[in-house]
């Protein structure tokens, strides 16, 4: 049993200092045998695994900040938009105790900036110009039907 250790601890040895690992590896039958794959050199940078693509809508949060004397007897607003990835997307916000649904639009020929115009059924609606820094993420202003001013935060940490 010795000489087998010492044997083991030859090969092991014998690999690192080629440069290689050893991986246990099952043929269809069953039986266990050992591959050894080379290192890449030294300085050899490998690539990791793709990033994982997004595909279809996205729902982001949105964060409205009072800009005016009107908006601070609110405060801070949150909504969420929901991003179809085809330059359209369903906005919500609840405010003052209303719901408000519309949609944010990008403008035409312009790949980041965008409106979003949202209504409630009582009537209180709201208008915004935005712009995104990344398809999760982006920044702009809405004012309401009753003049409350904000500064709107789309996204997060993304």
């Known amino acids: ?9 030859t090969i092991m040895a014998v690999a690192v200092l ?5 991986v246990p590896e099952r043929a269809p039958d069953g039986t266990l045998y050992y591959q050894h794959y080379p290192l ?5 940078v490998v690539p990791g695994p793709p990033p994982p693509s997004r595909t279809g809508p996205a729902t982001l949060p949105v964060r409205l900040y009072p800009s005016n004397d009107i908006a601070t007897r609110t405060g801070v607003i949150t909504g969420s938009v929901t991003n179809m990835m085809t330059g359209k997307g369903v906005f919500n916000v609840s405010y003052q105790g209303e719901v408000l649904t519309g949609e944010a639009t990008r ?9 979003a ?19 999760y993420q982006g920044a ?7 003049g409350a001013a904000y500064q709107m935060h789309i996204g997060g940490t993304q």
Not at 18 to 22: D, L
Not at 40 to 44: F, I, L, N, S
Not at 107 to 115: L, P, Y
């Open 18 to 22: 080629a440069g290689c690992y050893v």
């Open 1 to 9: 049993m010795r000489r087998f250790s010492q044997c083991g601890a």
């Open 117 to 135: 115009s949202a209504f409630s059924p009582q009537g209180m609606f709201m208008s915004c110009e935005y712009q995104m820094n990344t398809p």
């Open 40 to 44: 890449p050199p030294a300085g050899t």
């Open 140 to 146: 702009g202003t809405c004012t309401f039907s009753n």
């Open 107 to 115: 403008v035409s020929n312009e790949e980041r900036r965008g409106v």
